[in-house]
C-alpha cells in the first residue's frame, strides 16, 4: 500500500484547507486510514481517522468541531477538511494507514503500518 498526501499550504487563521491521501497497491486490505501531524519540536499526534468498511470516526478533542475526516471510495482517497484554522494548527499532516484489526488504539502511531509522506500545514495569526 503506497500513500500520496497533498493539499498542504499556507493560510491565515479562520481559513480552511482540505488534505487528500491518495491510496495505491493492494488498497482492499485497508481496514483504517487516520491523519496525524508534527510540529516543530514536538511529537506527532493523532489528528482523526476513519475506517473504510463502516465509515466511523474519531477525531482529537483539538479539532473537534472544526476538522472532518472523510472518504471517497471511487477514488481511493480520504480527505481531511480543516475549518477554522488556527495557528496551532501549524504542522506537517501525515496519512497513515492499516490492514489490520488490532487491539491497539487508532490513536497509536504504532497502530499503521503505511505512511505517506507529509504535506505542510501553515496558518498565519
Known amino acids: 500500500v503506497q500513500l500520496q498526501a497533498s493539499g498542504g499550504g499556507l493560510v491565515q487563521a479562520g481559513g480552511s484547507l482540505r488534505l487528500s491521501c491518495a491510496t495505491s497497491?493492494?488498497?482492499?486490505?485497508?481496514?483504517?486510514m487516520a491523519w496525524f501531524r508534527q510540529a516543530p519540536g514536538k511529537e506527532r499526534e493523532f489528528v482523526a481517522r476513519?475506517?473504510?468498511?463502516?465509515?466511523?470516526?474519531s477525531y482529537a478533542d483539538s479539532v473537534k468541531g472544526r476538522f472532518a475526516i472523510s472518504r471517497d471510495d471511487a477514488k481511493n482517497t480520504v480527505s481531511l477538511q480543516m475549518n477554522s484554522l488556527k495557528p496551532e494548527d501549524t504542522a506537517l499532516y501525515y496519512c497513515?494507514?492499516?490492514?489490520?484489526?488490532?487491539?491497539?488504539?487508532?490513536?497509536?502511531?504504532?497502530?499503521?503500518?503505511?505512511w505517506g509522506q507529509g504535506t505542510l500545514v501553515t496558518v498565519s495569526s
Open positions: 497513515a494507514a492499516d490492514s489490520n484489526l488490532s487491539i491497539k488504539p487508532y490513536s497509536l502511531t504504532s497502530r499503521y503500518s503505511y
Open positions: 497497491g493492494r488498497t482492499s486490505s485497508i481496514y483504517v
Open positions: 476513519i475506517t473504510l468498511s463502516g465509515g466511523t470516526t
